[in-house]
């Protein structure tokens, strides 16, 4: 059998079960709550953030300097351990661009959070080349990021910052409906304070599946589409639930 004809099929196995759903929640709205709660749960997308720190400080922010995330030079298939977050990431294809589509989407994302006054580097699409730079005078990765973003914060005198660094920015190899490879995202994303605390952490470690061998998903094929998605479609699925948690902390009430 043909990788193309293998393909199609599965789109066409994928389009056979997604219908099966659907029809599955559609029914499930004229029967009782507990069908209707069924249904839901058929359809609501599986968590792609997993919260590693977060903080009741992060209400006390007032000022959030967005800086543009760090594309960790490419060596596939290494195993790496954020400095920051602490998740283990398997390293991929990584564009130096990468860092700053993210940054884009979490800027878009954030957008609608009145309590909270958002700060720009003034050299977005230069951080990967003054960092790397940083970096060489002072050793080691963790450190000289920390120390390049703790003083950008007082520089521009927010209260804090947020960035996070990308370790797979993998895009789909192939057609919508017939992909050889799908698109693969891992990323880190924290929040630091200008005193150097941490405030919030995060990791998006994600590669999209087939449908018929990944149930959990079927959510994301129904807000996202049937079909094999490019990189960023899968990156704002991460970047969506990353605006929306950091949100509600944002906006919590002090104690």
């Known amino acids: 059998m043909s990788a193309s004809w293998k393909s199609w099929s599965r789109a066409f196995g994928s389009i056979a079960l997604f ?12 029967f009782g709550g507990e069908s209707r709660e069924v249904g839901a749960a058929l359809t609501a997308p599986s968590p792609v953030l997993r919260v590693t720190h977060k903080s009741d400080r992060l209400a006390g922010v007032k000022a959030l300097l967005l800086v543009p995330f760090v594309s960790y030079p490419n060596k596939e298939g290494e195993i790496l351990k954020d400095p920051f977050v602490g998740t283990v ?38 951080v990967q080349g003054t960092l790397w730079d940083y970096a060489k005078k002072r050793g080691e990765f963790g450190e000289a990021l920390s120390a390049y973003l703790i003083g950008r ?17 993998k895009e789909r190899v192939g057609e919508a409906l017939g992909a050889e490879e799908p698109a693969s995202i891992a990323f880190s994303v924290f929040v630091l304070s200008r005193d150097g605390g941490l405030l ?27 079909s094999w998605w490019p990189v960023e479609r899968l990156a704002r699925f991460g970047i969506d639930e ?9 906006s919590a009430p002090k104690e």
Not at 19 to 30: D, H, I, K, N, P
Not at 94 to 120: F, N, V
């Open 200 to 226: 919030f952490g995060g990791a998006v470690d994600k590669t999209q599946k087939e449908l018929l061998g990944n149930i959990a998903d079927v959510g994301y094929y129904v807000k996202g589409g049937l």
């Open 153 to 169: 914060a007082k520089e521009t005198g927010a209260d804090a910052v947020l960035s996070g660094v990308v370790y797979r920015y």
């Open 19 to 30: 219908g099966v759903l659907a029809v599955g929640c559609t029914y499930s709205g004229y």
């Open 89 to 126: 990431f398997s390293r991929g294809p990584c564009p130096a661009q990468s860092g700053y589509a993210l940054y884009r989407m979490l800027e878009d994302a954030l957008l609608p959070t009145p309590e909270l006054r958002i700060l720009h580097t003034d050299e977005p699409e230069g």
């Open 242 to 250: 990353v605006a929306s948690t950091l949100r509600s902390a944002f």
